[in-house]
C-alpha cells in the first residue's frame, strides 16, 4: 500500500510478471506518470491505486490503453481522475468494479469489459461519473441485457451508449 504515493517526478514504470496486486493508494497522487510496462498478472487493485494521476494513458503494450487481462478486483477510486486515460480492456475476468472507479476521465471513450462475471451489486456508485460524455462501454453480446440494468445509473451520461461485441 502507498508504495510510490505522491512520487511527482515518476513518468514510467518498468513492472515484473511476477506482480500480482497494486495495493490502496500504490502510485496515488503521481501527477507525471505516463505508462506503466505491464500488470499482465495483476488480478486485483486495491482502493485509489491510481488516484489522480492525471497523465496516465497506458499500462500495457497496447498505445493508449490501460489493459488489464487478469483483473479480479478493481477498488474504489482506482482510477479516479485519470485525465489522460482515453481507453480501458478488462480481459474477462473482472468480479467486481468499485465505487467512483472512473470518476472525472473525462476523455475515457471507450471502456471494454469481457467479464461475464459481474453483477448488479458488484458495479460501484458512480463508477462512471465524469467519463467522456458519449463514451462506449463495450460488454459481451451475452450480458448486453441484464448489463443494461447493472450499469444504469452508475454516473454515466445520457449518451454514453452500451453496446454488445
Known sequence: DFAFYKCYKLQKVTCTKGITTVGKGAFNYNKALVSISTLQNVVSIGDSAFYKCYKLNRIGGVKNRVSLYRVKT???????????????????????????????????????LNSKKLTKNSVGKNAFKGIYSKATIRVPGSKKKVYLTYLKGKGQGKKVSIKGM
Open 74 to 112: 478493481i477498488g474504489s477510486k482506482a482510477f479516479q481522475n485519470c485525465t489522460a486515460m482515453t481507453n480501458f480492456y478488462e480481459g474477462g475476468s473482472l468480479t467486481k468494479l468499485g465505487e467512483n472507479c472512473f470518476y472525472g476521465d473525462k476523455k475515457l471513450k471507450t471502456i471494454t
